[in-house]
């Protein structure tokens, strides 16, 4: 079984972002980039399923700038056998990243694809769904446990208040939560074998995808900034200012 896993280039989550001053988006430039942390995730179940016997092939997939290469490298690193990197400049939205990854589905057959569940920079949490959806295959999202069974997976779900195990039919899409795995360290002997490690180049229209943004951002600003806070004497003032002052009582 051939597991597809795709990987987006976002902001490290140990960067603080800022907002750019024209209210436009994100002020990007210069900032350490790395592999969503979900997606990593992903990667590590992929490669911890071939270990195991239950994948033949893992390949990683990312769509975005040819930056894109070096979280590819980093899939490469962890395990996977091979990656595609499908090239564009372009701004890429949820609904464009699932179209791009249904045209490789037809493509490649895999029995699973193992996304993240959501990227840290968007918070989107769409791509997954819209791709079950589009490529009409069964999905088990905010997956704590993966087992791959004879044509089956059975998938344990991360739901308000507990646990959900639910059995989906092969091929299918799973979606990756934070309590999957722990992804291993990269070691720097596989660092170097990932170098030798086949990487394609496709773009978009060379799948046949229309990657058009279909939403419009109007606005980015800063959350409000929260003021100091005071000390009350009493229980009364405080009763007193909830009610008159922060009016939520
Ligand atoms: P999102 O719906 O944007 O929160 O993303 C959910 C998941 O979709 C991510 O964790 C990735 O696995 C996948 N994904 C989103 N954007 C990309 C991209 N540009 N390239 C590869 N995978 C992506």
Do not use: W
């Amino acid at each position: 079984m051939k597991v597809l896993v795709p990987v987006k280039r976002v902001v490290d989550y140990n960067v603080k972002v800022r907002v750019k001053s024209d209210g436009s988006g994100m002020d990007l430039a210069g900032l350490k980039m790395s592999m969503n942390p979900f997606d990593e995730i992903a990667v590590e179940e992929a490669v911890r399923l071939k270990e195991k016997g239950a994948a033949t092939e893992v390949v990683a997939v990312s769509c975005g700038a040819s930056a894109c290469q070096e979280t590819l490298r980093t899939a490469l690193a962890i395990g996977a056998d091979r990656a595609i990197l499908v090239e564009t400049d372009a701004e890429l939205q949820p609904l464009a990243v699932a179209k791009i990854l249904k045209a490789l589905v037809d493509k490649e057959q895999p029995g699973l694809v193992l996304l993240g569940k959501q990227a840290i920079d968007g918070d989107n949490n769409q791509t997954g769904q819209m791709l079950a959806a589009i490529a009409d295959l069964p999905q088990a999202t905010f997956a704590s446990k993966v087992e791959v069974l004879e044509g089956k997976a059975q998938v344990k779900r991360e739901v308000d208040g507990g646990l959900e195990t639910v059995e989906v039919a092969l091929p299918a899409v799973v979606t990756t939560d934070l309590r999957l795995n722990e992804p291993r360290y990269v070691t720097l002997p596989n660092i170097m074998k990932a170098k030798k490690k086949p990487m394609e180049t496709v773009k978009p229209a060379d799948l046949g995808v229309d990657v058009a943004p279909r939403i419009r951002t109007v606005k980015v600003g800063e959350p409000p900034k929260r003021g100091a806070g005071v000390k009350v004497p009493d229980v009364a003032t405080l009763v007193d200012k909830l009610k008159s002052e922060a009016k939520v009582i």
